[in-house]
């Protein structure tokens, strides 16, 4: 029974993992619609063009492999400026760090347009907006806190100190260099500032506000920007906005990248090694939870890990395997639930909220392996106990007839076979008998009862 619930268990997890990550990629993968200036129901001309891309999560190192890649696109395809829809709570540092330096070295004009409204440029998204050639922002939206996100841990104020001076020292670096107001973007590292677009642009932090992409293209036509090859205008009249999706392999991995998603498939991949253990030859567990291992390994090194809680959570499967081969009366495995609940709680150890995982996914992981260990636990308590049914303990404790006089010797009739049987009291023909023994083929019995 051990070995059949853990093969629905791993199958049936594994399977509802892959297809919710296939399913997701796949449907954004949907064409969207492509807004153009003029719109055209002829192939489109050979004009000027516009690439735009959307980004609408934290900065992590696929998002920065994302709008890399999409800049080099962009200058191999000769366009007019590259249009980066930005909402974004923040993210890490070298992502952000990593995109910063291709915006500075691109040879097209990048634009980045804080959107749609209600959207925000925070923490990272900051100095990605600072560093565009145009920033420009939607109305009722907002840009600012861009304080820094700790990688390992909680800074002790030295540290953190050095953290914020280097950073406010980049952000005021990018807002020179770029002619924008250097003060702010310092305030913005050091006091978490926040500001909405018509104050940004009062305050010479973007360039202009627009409604929506048509609009910004418009205003952009005729501006004279510093790309890495120096002077540039740009030419956006009659320009063609062409989108530029992520392709399934970043989606895919930006949902693997996600830190709720990463967590399941990791305590999967426990999962998996564990029940193989406990069930060898079982297989497909193995190769499931090896797969899940790797996947969430990938996920992990982008974010931001509490090691601490790692090897808490390592140390939760290695109390349960334990169990499977220690009897312990539940204590390993009481061990294990402890060990994994504070491990989820400190694996990711940042204050963005987007990069922590949910209580929502924590408690429902936490209560499914302490159920998995009760119930395996208590199918391996009841076969332990449950009486012995075959070989001679299975005769011990069943009812006979005694066919003969029983005394030093008889025989009795015991599930439809005739046994030669002794007892150590006298018992007479056709009483029912208990066999207490069984030595060889010669049975030791008592009256019943």
């Known amino acids: 029974m051990r070995k059949t619930l853990a093969w629905i268990t791993i199958a049936l997890s594994f399977l509802l993992i892959l297809s919710g990550l296939t399913g997701l990629a796949l449907s954004a993968d949907k064409p969207k619609a492509v807004k153009t200036l003029p719109s055209a129901t002829a192939p489109a001309p050979a004009g000027p063009s516009v690439m735009l891309i959307t980004i609408d999560a934290p900065i992590t190192p696929v998002v920065a492999e994302y709008i890399i890649k999409s800049i080099d696109t962009a200058a191999k395809d000769n366009a007019e400026a590259i249009i980066i829809q930005l909402n974004t709570p923040g993210g890490l540092v070298d992502s952000t760090n990593e995109i910063i330096l291709k915006m500075m070295a691109s040879a097209v004009p990048t634009v980045v347009y804080v959107a749609p409204s209600g959207g925000r440029a925070a923490s990272a998204g900051v100095f990605i907006t600072l560093a565009a050639n145009i920033a420009a922002m ?240 208590t199918v391996a308590i009841r076969a332990h106990r449950s009486k012995v049914d075959t070989g001679k303990e299975g005769l011990i404790g069943m009812q006979a007839e005694a066919r003969t006089d029983i005394g030093a010797d008889g025989q009795v009739h015991l599930r439809g076979e005739y046994w030669n049987a002794r007892s150590d009291e006298p018992i007479a023909k056709g009483e029912k008998v208990t066999v207490v023994a069984v030595d060889g083929l010669r049975l030791t019995v008592k009256k019943t009862g």
Not at 306 to 327: D, Q, W
């Open 138 to 377: 939607a109305p009722t939206t907002h840009i600012g806190a861009a304080s820094p996100v700790q990688m390992q841990g909680q800074m002790d104020k030295t540290m953190a100190k050095k953290v914020t001076n280097d950073l406010a020292a980049m952000i005021r670096g990018i807002a020179e260099k770029r002619g924008r107001n250097a003060k702010w973007a310092e305030e913005a590292v050091r006091k978490s500032v926040s500001i909405t677009e018509t104050e940004a642009l009062k305050l010479g932090v973007i360039d202009l506000i627009a409604p929506d992409i048509d609009t910004l293209v418009k205003r952009i036509d005729g501006r004279t920007v510093d790309v890495v090859l120096g002077k540039r205008t740009i030419k956006t009249a009659g320009a063609t906005v062409k989108e530029h999706p992520m392709g399934f392999r970043y989606k895919l991995l930006g949902i693997i990248s996600n830190p709720n998603i990463a967590y399941i498939l990791m305590i999967l991949g426990f999962y998996g090694l564990y029940f193989e253990l406990s069930n060898p030859g079982a297989i497909f567990p193995g190769v499931a939870g090896a797969i899940c291992l790797i996947l969430a390994f990938y996920a992990l090194q982008t974010l931001p890990i509490n090691y601490a809680g790692l090897m808490l959570i390592i140390l939760a499967i290695i109390l349960f395997i334990a169990e499977a081969f220690i009897t312990s009366h539940g204590v390993l495995g009481i061990g294990g639930v402890v060990a994994m609940l504070f491990g989820s709680l400190m694996l990711i150890d940042t204050p963005e909220p987007s990069l922590r995982i949910s209580w929502a996914v924590i408690l429902p992981v936490v209560a499914t392996s302490a159920l998995l260990f009760i119930v395996t636990v």
